[in-house]
């Protein structure tokens, strides 16, 4: 790909020449051309609508969708496009088999429904069709070729497919890199991750400032308690330890419903969004662990403080 890309709707076109170049190289197995664009299409109802066209190798249909109903040659047909059903789906009419719609003055057919991994992240439908479809249907540049897809024939010819398209000017991305590629963009150049990361430490000050405000009530509220322990011969870190206890569980209690709450909440919504991406990694269990243990640990020291400076002969002459 171009290397201005940064996300995947924002494409830019390569000149033919470059497809030619990647199929030359050793360890390319076979390189086919993606067309990935935006376009405009006025549906049955004289409505229009905002869609993302993707037009796949004519020879190979490589990328094609899973599909729900129709035929995949089908896409073949005269003016045939498939839709991919989606929570922008309902966008299009929830169009059916056989249901046309026009784009750019062209008459497209829906001759199959789709599915595919994951929806895109901008609201609009997807449609796929032929690159030499979409190629003529959607005004465009002169270069026209957005992605070109290559499969490689080992893993071990990666390096050098990458050497090669980094001389001709180009990127080539496995699809992790692609994937760390977008989100790195969304995370760090746009307000997405500072909205987050805002959000996150909210969330965290909220936690820590009532979580010590209750534990310390707590041992206010007991400190005639912890007194008369004190004056019975409980040593200090009798004391301490018992307090560091109840932080302990507390904590861990806490932290396992907030977890499962979590988890049952990503659930019911992949009930009623298929391709809800939301996932709970070993990595965010980790960081949300070491959070509640910093909230804990500074909760603790309110109280222990308090704790350890009473002194029995206050607490029974009160």
């Known amino acids: 790909m171009d290397p201005g890309v940064q996300t995947i709707a924002s494409s830019i076109g390569m000149p033919d020449y ?19 664009g935006g376009a405009l299409v006025k549906l049955r109802d004289g409505a229009y609508q905002a869609v993302t066209v993707i037009g796949l190798d004519d020879t190979s ?30 966008k299009l009419g929830n169009p059916t088999l056989g249901s046309d719609f026009e784009l750019n003055d062209h008459r497209g057919v829906i001759v199959g429904i789709g599915t595919v991994a994951s929806s895109g992240l901008f609201g609009s439908p997807t449609l ?21 897809l290559v499969e490689p024939r080992s893993e071990a010819d990666i390096p050098h497919i990458q050497e090669v398209v980094h001389a001709l000017g180009y990127l080539a991305y496995t699809k992790r890199e692609f994937m760390q590629r977008i989100a790195d963009f969304y995370k760090y150049e746009t307000g997405l991750g500072t909205n987050i990361l805002l959000m996150t430490a909210i969330s965290f000050i909220v936690g820590l400032s009532i ?13 005639e308690k ?16 018992m307090i560091l206890f ?29 391709d809800y991406s939301a996932i709970i990694s070993f990595g965010n269990l980790a960081l949300a662990f070491v959070m509640v243990i910093v909230i804990a640990a500074s909760s603790s020291y309110l109280g222990v403080r308090r704790v350890l400076r009473i002194e029995p002969f206050d607490v029974f002459r009160g």
Request: with cysteine; glycine share 10%; charged share 15%.
């Open 226 to 241: 912890f007194g008369a322990l004190k004056a019975i011969g409980a040593k200090g870190h009798e004391l301490v330890a």
């Open 246 to 274: 109840q932080a302990t569980f507390t904590a861990l209690t806490g932290y396992g419903f907030g977890v499962g709450l979590c988890a049952g909440l990503i659930t019911l919504a992949r009930m009623r969004i298929p």
């Open 211 to 223: 979580s010590g405000q209750t534990f310390y009530t707590f041992i206010l509220e007991n400190l």
């Open 128 to 148: 796929y069709t032929t690159y030499k479809r979409a190629v003529e249907y959607i005004p465009s540049a002169r270069f026209t070729t957005s992605y070109i």
């Open 18 to 36: 470059v497809l030619d170049a990647v199929r030359s190289i050793d360890g390319v197995k076979y390189a086919v051309p993606l067309y990935s």
């Open 61 to 90: 249909l490589y990328g094609r969708p899973a599909m729900q109903q129709g035929r995949i040659e089908d896409i073949y047909a005269e003016n045939g496009f498939i839709a991919i059903n989606d929570p922008e789906f309902h």
